[in-house]
Structure formats: C-alpha cells, structure tokens
C-alpha cells in the first residue's frame, strides 16, 4: 500500500481509535466509531483497512462479526475530541 501519511501519523490514528474503543467499553461495532468514520471519510478505505489491520496483527483489538473488541487496557477518551483530533490529523497531513 502506497501511503501519503507517516508512521507517526498512523500510530497516533491507532491510538485515537482504541481510546474512543475503550470509552464505548471496550466493544463496538466499526460503523459507530467517530474516529474510524473520520479515517474512512479523510483517509479513504484503504488507510482505514490498513489502520485496523495493524491494530489485529499487534493484537490490539479483535474483530468479531461487526464488532471490535479491545484486547488490552487503554485510557478512554471523549469520541467527539478524538474525531476532531484524528480530521485534524489527517487534513495537515494530506495537504
């Protein structure tokens, strides 16, 4: 996969998605996730794919069905922030 965004960037993404999995306790459909929806829409399906990805090889999360389970603890966070957080992100980045 070609990539337009650093490593730096895709860990902090990473890191934006399992804080808001652990807000929503730890389980969620992807669908419903701000922070995914905001890597979907800025990012594209490739760089969301590959984000989560990532996330299963580093055993980080499981996918069960249409869910995604956190496997670990992670500090929560405010979805709503996170989004912003992870947009924001990707806008400096792409441009």
Do not use: C, F, H
């Amino acid at each position: 996969m070609s990539q337009r965004y650093s490593s730096q960037t895709s860990a902090r993404l990473a890191m934006l998605l399992l804080r808001e999995l652990a807000y929503r306790g730890g389980r969620a459909k992807l669908r419903y996730l701000k922070t995914y929806r905001a890597i979907l829409e800025w990012g594209g399906e490739d760089y969301a794919s590959y984000i989560l990805n990532r996330l299963k090889e580093g055993s980080l999360v499981k996918v069960e069905g249409d869910y995604v389970a956190l496997t670990g603890r992670v500090q929560p966070g405010n979805p709503i922030k996170l989004a912003e957080e992870a947009r924001a992100l990707l806008i400096r980045e792409g441009s």
